[in-house]
């Protein structure tokens, strides 16, 4: 981890950018915002999105500038710079938040929604504000969610079609505990890394798989690698933009509203491109060779990965939450919900 010392006495090599985050300028403030993805990424988007109708709105006094890319760093560790203020903004997904809040397991469950529908229908509602409400004790304020689609198996070896295809080999999984459970429950071997790494130790042979959604698959040239996608939809981890609570402190009441409301707007927007990049994103994998493989039996893999939701929703808020989700009347829904 990057400790708050090193960032401010520049030795972590962030750069400037972070350093001056939130200091005005000629009366425009600029709101510094942190992504992996590269700029054209459709969560870059939303948030540059977002920054033009807050530029918008306010007469240029309020700016996003987003650092695409993994500039300013991998996610766990951007995310303590946005805890102490280093950074105003910061969109992540909410697998290494996990380590920080039991409630943002929740929507990280494997099998738990049973459509795009289903998970859209949770977050957008009291559900979801409850998820992004439980950062405010860790010093971040929960803006809005975005979608990241569902999580499948890859690797280099072969299609999986069972469990038992995945005894032995390494897949990277984020630096998430409840990821690595996951994927142990399922016989591999969970190997955490940054997002960044996975592309050289694929090619290196460090690792045999991983698991994502097909943009991010095809945008990390991982399936060059690994051309066995195999369809598991295991999980619909959600992408979350959080602000750190000490640059929201200094927000007037009617700019806070302001900053939240152009953060809701941009999910339609970031929706749309998303559902599209999804689409090209798989056309372009087909094309470039990769092998997509459905899933007969996915009840094999979701009856595996049951305990793991029992070790990880552990408090009433939590079950009750879990609850209400499970309860939402979504007919749409190609997964099944495990018990
Ligand atoms: C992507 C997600 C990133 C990052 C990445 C990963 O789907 O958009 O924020 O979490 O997965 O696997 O590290």
Same mark, same amino acid.
Request: aromatic share 6%; proline share 6%.
């Given at each position: 981890?990057?400790?708050?010392?090193?960032?401010?006495?520049?030795?972590?090599? %962030?750069?400037?950018?972070?350093?001056? /985050?939130?200091?005005?300028?000629?009366?425009?403030?600029?709101?510094?915002?942190?992504?992996?993805?590269?700029?054209?990424?459709?969560?870059?988007?939303?948030?540059?999105?977002?920054?033009?109708?807050?530029?918008?709105?306010?007469?240029?006094?309020?700016?996003?500038?987003?650092?695409?890319?993994? &500039?300013?760093?991998?996610?766990?560790?951007?995310?303590?710079?946005?805890t102490f203020g280093g950074l105003d903004m910061n969109?992540v997904n909410l697998a290494p938040l996990t380590a920080?809040?039991?409630?943002?397991?929740?929507?990280?469950?494997?099998? %738990?929604?049973?459509?795009?529908?289903?998970?859209?229908?949770?977050?957008?509602?009291?559900?979801?504000?409850?998820?992004?409400?439980?950062?405010?004790?860790?010093?971040?304020?929960?803006?809005?969610?975005?979608?990241?689609?569902?999580?499948?198996?890859?690797?280099?070896?072969?299609?999986? &079609?069972?469990?038992?295809?995945?005894?032995? %080999?390494?897949?990277?999984?984020?630096?998430?505990?409840?990821?690595?459970?996951?994927?142990?429950?399922?016989?591999?071997?969970?190997?955490?890394?940054?997002?960044?790494?996975?592309?050289?130790?694929?090619?290196?042979?460090?690792? =045999?798989?991983?698991?994502?959604?097909?943009? /991010?698959? *095809?945008?990390?040239?991982?399936?060059?690698?690994?051309? *066995?996608?195999?369809?598991?939809?295991?999980?619909?981890?959600?992408?979350?933009?959080?602000?750190?609570?000490?640059?929201?402190?200094?927000?007037?009441?009617?700019?806070?509203?302001?900053?939240?409301?152009?953060?809701?707007?941009?999910?339609? *927007?970031?929706?749309?491109?998303? =559902?599209?990049?999804?689409?090209?994103?798989?056309?372009?994998? %087909?094309?470039?060779?990769?092998?997509?493989?459905?899933?007969?039996?996915?009840?094999?893999?979701?009856?595996?990965?049951?305990?793991?939701?029992?070790?990880?929703?552990? /408090?009433?808020?939590?079950?009750?939450?879990?609850?209400?989700? &499970?309860?939402?009347g979504d007919s749409a829904g190609t997964q099944g919900?495990?018990?």
């Open positions: 981890m990057i400790s708050r010392r090193a960032v401010l006495s520049g030795t972590t090599g %962030l750069g400037a950018a972070v350093l001056l /985050s939130g200091c005005d300028r000629e009366g425009s403030r600029v709101l510094t915002s942190s992504d992996t993805h590269p700029s054209d990424y459709p969560t870059v988007q939303a948030v540059n999105e977002m920054g033009r109708l807050l530029e918008t709105r306010t007469g240029g006094r309020l700016r996003i500038h987003v650092y695409a890319g993994g &500039q300013l760093g991998a996610e766990r560790d951007t995310l303590e710079i946005t969109r920080i809040e039991p409630m943002t397991v929740i929507p990280s469950l494997p099998f %738990l929604f049973r459509s795009t529908a289903h998970m859209r229908q949770a977050l957008d509602g009291p559900v979801g504000q409850a998820i992004l409400d439980s950062l405010r004790p860790h010093g971040m304020v929960g803006l809005c969610f975005y979608d990241s689609g569902e999580r499948s198996f890859y690797n280099t070896k072969r299609p999986i &079609q069972t469990p038992a295809d995945l005894k032995g %080999l390494k897949i990277r999984v984020q630096n998430s505990d409840l990821f690595v459970t996951m994927v142990k429950a399922l016989g591999a071997d969970a190997t955490p890394m940054d997002v960044g790494e996975v592309y050289q130790a694929l090619v290196q042979g460090v690792i =045999d798989g991983a698991e994502n959604n097909q943009p /991010s698959y *095809f945008t990390g040239r991982h399936f060059e690698a690994a051309p *066995f996608y195999s369809l598991s939809r295991h999980v619909m981890a959600p992408e979350i933009l959080v602000m750190s609570m000490a640059r929201w402190e200094k927000l007037s009441p009617a700019d806070r509203d302001l900053v939240q409301q152009t953060a809701r707007e941009s999910v339609p *927007f970031m929706r749309t491109l998303w =559902d599209k990049r999804v689409e090209d994103a798989t056309a372009k994998l %087909l094309a470039g060779g990769v092998k997509v493989n459905e899933i007969a039996d996915i009840a094999a893999f979701s009856d595996l990965m049951r305990p793991v939701w029992d070790r990880f929703v552990t /408090s009433p808020e939590q079950k009750r939450l879990v609850a209400e989700i &499970q309860a939402m919900v495990p018990g």
